[in-house]
């Protein structure tokens, strides 16, 4: 099986596996133990993978349609539950911060705006940030289809000049380092989508990016811990490609649970935000504990309904 194949037919076993890194990453974060789950506690390359497969399925998507119906199908997709868990966040902000959010904050919670700092508070970077991705993603198309893999490349250093040499906060350090691998989703979904036969080198890719991501590593360690985000980056591709290979070892029953994940992965990153949220009120470990993997399930299982429920009532 090709490459691009291979990517598309195992999707939902990516994105469950770039899922779970997620949620055992905040584990590490949330809860502890970072120690014991020191693999995990760069979970957060979790994202990256997300990012590579999303911008490759956007681009099967806006070939299909206009732009505004590209947009709307996006936002019916995302808004609902990214609406909820702002509520949630915001009525449990008023009782761990004692303070009362005005109709302005709460506007901008929902909306998103919050993350650009014109109101609320900054709730959750990686949903805003692809709101945004998804807005601009004709331009961002046109730019990867005229420059082709230089541009993917020049993005990449552009953003690492940035995050190394301009301080930001971590919401914005958390996007522009990671644009980098949007373009390239989209690069490689042109190459698929392309009639030529020019065979699509990912893992080529992958080796090389591995290479400096285990420099950018040893740099960002021991001087620039900004730069961890480039990193993670830069070894997506080769994680992929472990990934891939690491499929047919894994016994079906397992791996049917990692597909479910991966095909309700918004569900399961939305009660992920959602749980967050509650586990600032307990302080009991055990039960702390038990909250975070049975209500991320439970959570996650009740949105699934939810999310399809407004999908049809807005479509």
């Known amino acids: 099986m090709k490459v691009e194949q291979a990517i598309l037919y195992n999707r939902n076993y990516l994105m469950g596996i770039a899922m779970l890194l997620v949620l055992l990453y905040h584990f590490t974060c949330w809860i502890g133990f970072r120690k014991l789950l020191l693999p995990f506690n760069w979970g957060f390359i979790g994202v990256d993978i997300f990012l590579f497969l999303s911008a490759i399925g956007l681009g099967f998507s806006a070939s299909k349609r206009t732009y505004k119906d590209f947009l709307r199908r996006r936002f019916i997709r995302i808004m609902p539950l990214y609406i909820f868990a702002a509520i949630v966040d915001s009525i449990l902000f008023h009782f761990t911060h004692n ?39 004709p331009i961002l198309s046109c730019f990867v289809n005229k420059c082709k893999h230089g541009g993917v490349i020049s993005t990449f250093i552009v953003a690492l000049i940035i995050v190394s040499n301009f301080e930001m906060p971590f919401q914005y350090n958390c996007f522009v380092s990671r644009i980098p691998i949007f373009l390239f ?90 749980i967050y949220s509650i586990l600032s009120f307990i302080t009991y470990m055990p039960i702390k504990i038990g909250i ?15 999310n399809r429920f407004c999908k049809n009532l807005f479509a």
């Open 99 to 137: 303070e009362t959010l005005s109709l302005w904050d709460w506007i901008c919670n929902i909306t998103s705006l919050s993350y650009y700092g014109v109101g609320g508070y900054v709730r959750d970077w990686y949903l805003s940030s692809l709101l945004l991705l998804y807005i601009t993603f």
């Open 185 to 274: 989703g989209i690069y490689v979904y042109n190459k698929m989508s392309s009639n030529n036969d020019n065979k699509l080198n990912l893992f080529r890719w992958g080796y090389l990016t591995c290479i400096l991501g285990i420099v950018v590593f040893i740099y960002a360690n021991s001087a620039k811990p900004e730069l961890l985000f480039i990193f993670t980056t830069l070894l997506a591709l080769a994680l992929i490609e472990i990934l891939l290979r690491c499929i047919q070892y894994i016994p079906q029953h397992i791996l049917n649970w990692i597909c479910y994940i991966g095909k309700y992965s918004l569900e399961f990153y939305i009660a992920n935000l959602c």
């Open 292 to 306: 975070y993997i049975l209500g991320n399930f439970l959570l996650a299982i009740l949105l699934i309904p939810v």
